[in-house]
């Protein structure tokens, strides 16, 4: 059982370039998140889905697109990077039932020059 | 909206002293989390609080909540170097699907 991965941990990324983020859980967990996280400011959610085939913008997804097409995969797109996009980016999922903790990938961490 | 204040932001502190970091949120909400950060690591789960004063406790951390103040308390005893981290508070509203992030408290624990 290896929880929520994510590939891949370390990127550089030219101004202009894009790229995606793939997140993965084996919990079978019906609710999945990006987040980036920023010195000094917490985790602000980009992005999230409620199950296959849905997803729905967080606090600042502008930038970001994202496609849930299969339960266990959340995928994250940078069409054209900037360097304000320069972050870490984490993963994470949670069932939607009972104490329904969110649990967290290992992050991304993405440079943009 | 609702909006999350952890406070301090940052403690440097002694072993074996006991200290508390609170978090305040603006509306209600039916569930409140406590995460721990190790620098450059993900976040690990240390606690949900359900109830207005749920108490849970592991080890030397113990968080605490009051509803009606709208504060959650997580508070340290005899502090060991281990300890050092970052904690985040994230209250939160599934109905919402959402929980809302403190901006982290970062502590220190000189041996």
């Known amino acids: 059982n290896a929880g929520v991965t994510q590939t891949p941990k370390f990127r550089v990324l030219k101004t202009g370039q894009s790229m995606t983020l793939l997140c993965a859980q084996d919990m079978n967990h019906e609710y999945m998140y990006w987040y980036r996280q920023d010195p000094g400011m917490g985790l602000r959610l980009i992005h999230y889905s409620v199950g296959e085939g849905t997803t729905a913008k967080g606090e600042v997804p502008d930038g970001y697109n994202v496609s849930r097409l299969k339960k266990q995969n959340f995928l994250l797109g940078l069409e054209s990077a900037a360097p304000s996009q320069t972050s870490v980016y984490f993963c994470?999922?949670?069932?939607?039932?009972?104490?329904?903790?969110?649990?967290f990938g290992p992050g991304t961490r993405l440079t943009v020059l | 909206e609702l909006k999350v204040e952890q406070n301090p932001l940052f403690l440097s502190m002694q072993e074996g002293k006991n200290y508390t970091i609170y978090c305040n949120y603006s509306t209600t909400s039916d569930r409140l989390y406590w995460y721990r950060q190790d620098p450059g690591k993900s976040l690990e789960s240390l606690f949900v609080?359900?109830?207005n004063g749920a108490v849970k406790q592991e080890g030397r951390l113990m968080a605490s909540l009051d509803t009606k103040a709208r504060l959650s308390t997580l508070h340290i005893t005899a502090a060991v170097h281990d300890l050092s981290a970052t904690y985040f508070c994230a209250p939160g509203e599934y109905s919402n699907y959402q929980l809302i992030w403190g901006a982290g408290t970062k502590l220190i624990i000189k041996p």
């Open positions: 994470a999922s949670r069932t939607g039932g009972g104490i329904d903790t969110q649990y």
């Open positions: 609080l359900l109830s």
